[in-house]
């Protein structure tokens, strides 16, 4: 086994947390899922925002025949690559019905209006160009429900995940960032610039981070890009109060000093010899980081500081229908949330056993 690379040895050592790896199999599905996107969800409109009001809150499997009409107005078909980021429009109208029936160029339905109303019958001239009647009836079965506006659960949770990996890998990309510079400056130069980096971070330290998120969204304003941000910088103390500790006890040792007397400058110091041998507490913090992103996120979402509708968001979902929770829709909230809980511990899980699989102590005794 001493034949195996450091790499080689973290990696044995955290396929032994089982849990760990069952969870970073999740985490790595929900990202598949994610970038497919508007590929596989069900809805795939840009959004999901594909209303049809009649059907609103409507229980999970439930299924309703549709009349599909093809609008007026001429719609672009986009390439593959283009709907799996932004969707495509749709170029027809689903209208719910209960029957129908044909008559030379007209089809006559009847109208889903209501679950406590008639069905109003409505006729419709069968365009020209439809490949026969039956082309205008579907089926469409809405998996999760629908919500308080008639659009599909399950596209919104699946697009909801886009954003919320977006938010937490942006912002952990710029609290590291961030962290990393300024902890790996401040612990290497040391005296005064060690001081007032180390006050700057203590005043930032002390304030709760949803409070320091939401003054920062305030600045910025409303919008996704201003989440990235926001939640970035709420977060990069933290890391640069490691990399700081990290970089104080390692710039005395050897390897560092016949570096200096080589006459190595500092930049290459700190970046080729001191940060690659504290990459293990930086992973396990990024992790760790990318959790509290995901709920930071989530909570901006909910007071309405987050990314603005129609775009759908896990905190904006569960805002919208919290109030169904004690009535008979109790669904609406509750799968967003179990979203959000199921990924958080999912990225707590994997941040557990990076922190065995770097820790050296219980290494030595396996290999």
Known sequence: MTDLSPSQRTWKAFKRNKIAVAALV???ITIVVATLGYLIMPDSTPFANNMTIQLSIKKPGSEFMMLRLRKTEPVDTVNVFTKMLFGQPSSYRDIPITGYHFTKNYVYVDE???AEDKPEKKAYRIPATTNGPSALIIRKTYWLGTDIYGRDMLSRLILGSRISLAVGLMSVIISMLLGI???????YFGGWIDGVLSWLMNILWSLPALLLVIAISFALGKGL??????VGLSMWVEVARLVR??????????????ARALGFTNARIITRHILPNIIGPILVLASSNFASAILLEAGLSFLGFGAQPPMPTWG??????YGYIVMDSPYLAILPGLAIMFLVYAFNLV??????AFDIKSQSTHF
Do not use: C, N, P
Not at 225 to 230: D, K, S, V
């Open 26 to 28: 999740f985490i790595v």
């Open 181 to 187: 510079t300024i902890g790996a400056v401040a612990g």
């Open 112 to 114: 889903y209006i209501g």
């Open 245 to 258: 500790g990290q970089v104080l006890s390692l710039k005395q040792v050897e390897y560092v000093e016949a």
């Open 225 to 230: 890009w201003q989440i990235f941000i926001a």
């Open 316 to 321: 904006s979902m569960i805002k919208e229908h």
């Open 351 to 356: 941040t557990v056993g990076l922190r065995d």
